[in-house]
């Protein structure tokens, strides 16, 4: 059983900050990759940014230049930097977890309000 629970959501106002953690716990894996996904109304659910447990990461087009993912193993934890806060990023952020065993795992998600 992995459990993923995210924290640091809220309101912000355009161009504040904003950071987002998932805590990681059950079964894990030393080899896995973790990531943001987000939701806003109205749209599909898309990539923001991943990183693997070796640092390796990957940005959705829109997160380039704003948002910084980063991890720490020994905590089994992910953050989401995110600056420069637009309207636009208005959505639900939810936690990925891949273990490269068939199956993702995904927190419950928190809500991130930019306020314009």
């Known amino acids: 059983q992995v459990q993923l629970v995210e924290s640091g959501g809220g309101l912000v106002q355009a161009g504040g900050s904003l950071r987002l953690s998932c805590a990681a716990s059950?079964?894990?894996?030393?080899?896995?990759?973790m990531g943001w996904h987000r939701q806003a109304p109205g749209k599909q659910r898309e990539l923001v940014a991943s990183i693997t447990s070796g640092g390796l990461t990957n940005y959705a087009d829109s997160a380039k230049g704003r948002f910084t993912i980063s991890r720490d193993n020994t905590k089994n934890m992910v953050y989401l930097q995110m600056n420069s806060l637009k309207p636009e990023d208005t959505a639900v952020y939810y936690c990925?977890?891949?273990?490269?065993?068939?199956?993702?795992?995904w927190g419950q998600g928190t809500q991130v309000t930019v306020s314009s």
């Open positions: 059950g079964r894990l894996l030393k080899s896995n990759l």
């Open positions: 990925l977890l891949n273990q490269f065993t068939g199956r993702d795992y």
